[in-house]
């Protein structure tokens, strides 16, 4: 048994279990102390790869006790959840949307009882009560549980409170918070302030990952467009922000580790920026992980890395497995990273690497059909739809997505008016350009098709499976026997 990624390994079962974890908690441990004993017992009989079986029993072990614990927090929650409590809630981030306010914070007591460990959500309405990100309020709500909100479940928020009445309200609990608060606060405002309307929410969403201004229209076509990834904080984001830093300190500073540090530095401000939302911590533990391979005096892997991502956020949420979010942009990181190579390797894009321009199109087109495969039981599962007009969205509107979120965080930093300005003018252009591209494919005919989800992912997932049997039988064994 040789297992050349241990980590790839154990991250792909931990995902698997997790799923088990809110069906039976006990059938989750036993499988998981079963796998923990198997691979105590494979570490002396495969000598040679005892520590690389050692380190995935030990994901499971830390893994076991993860999921206990949150799970008796959990039921201890639902017991309680239709009694109305005090809750004393450390506000971590205070979000406006167009439904109101959410602040997001831990349980503290319910009717006079001690409660640690629950996460609760509550909604303050239009915010009467001037709360702002980093403030600590204490409050009476109705609770409800969050059983039809897979998302919510999924990151630990097991109970909503609704029908808000702060009683105490201490600002600037957190300055930290606080201060980001502010700061995003400022981005908004120059944001606002030059450019308007479905634009400035647009970069606002692509800068920010502020979704919360566009409106449902627009949203809906960018859910048909399959473009909705490109306004959220995410992966593109951490890596046009950590190259253009590489390129900056590569000037600056020529140790590579010093470099390395100040882009960990750069991570941590942009999730704490961005309010450690799930999409903006899943992409900043990636490409953390990803740096620390500097000092380890390696190159990073890439696959090892989203295994690696895959274990912290369970460790963290052992219910992520049922967030939607997280199993796509899962699927679509894993499906660029394996499918790719194997697709430009099949059309042999290498020998176009002279015609820049044609060799640009085709990978971005080979890109975006790697994530659709995989990312297509997922989507037909959750939204008995299929959108047909995904690829040509993101081939019309990648680069200019990705100009607007370069030009746009320019002009906000920059301390000159007469640089400012023309740099929001051109990404408030591209913008519209943009919102026009997702407009006009959302509103072709057969955009989208709606299907029997249940049915039809199935079907996908086992023509996948035959696909994945043919290759590693035929193609990959003739490659071998070159």
Known sequence: MIIKRPVLFAGALVLLLSF????????????????FLSALALSF???????????VAFVFLVFIFAGSFANG??????????KNGKIVVAVTGVNKSKHGYWATGNLKSLNGKGLAGVKISLYVGENPNGVERGDKITATADLSMTDNNNHSFSQNIYLQGFSVNITDHKKCANPLEFAMGKLQNTVRKTVTNNL???????????IVGDSSGIDDITYANMQISGILHMVVVSGTHFTTVCAAVMVVLGRLFPRRKVKGVITLIVIFFIMLFCGFSMPVVRSGIAYFILTMAIFLNREGDSLCALAATTIVILFACPYGAYSVSLLLTLAATFGILVLTPIINDFIKVDRLRHRKILYDVI?????????NITTLPILMYTFNRVSLVSLLANLLINYSV??????ALCAVVSPFVFLSKPLFLISGVLSNYSLWTIDFCANLPLSSLTVDGK???????????VAVLIYFVFIKRKKRGR
């Open 455 to 465: 049915k039809m992912s199935a079907i996908t997932v086992m023509v996948y499976a």
């Open 45 to 55: 009989i495969f000598k040679a790869q005892r520590l690389q079986i050692i380190l």
């Open 196 to 206: 308007s309307g479905r634009t400035a929410q647009f970069v606002l969403a692509v």
């Open 402 to 407: 990705s100009a607007v979120l370069v030009l």
């Open 20 to 35: 088990l974890l809110k069906i039976n908690l006990g059938l989750f441990l036993a499988i998981a102390v079963t796998f």
């Open 363 to 371: 990978n971005v087109i080979v890109v975006s059909l790697s994530a």
């Open 73 to 82: 927090n959990v039921n201890f929650a639902r017991q309680n959840a239709d």
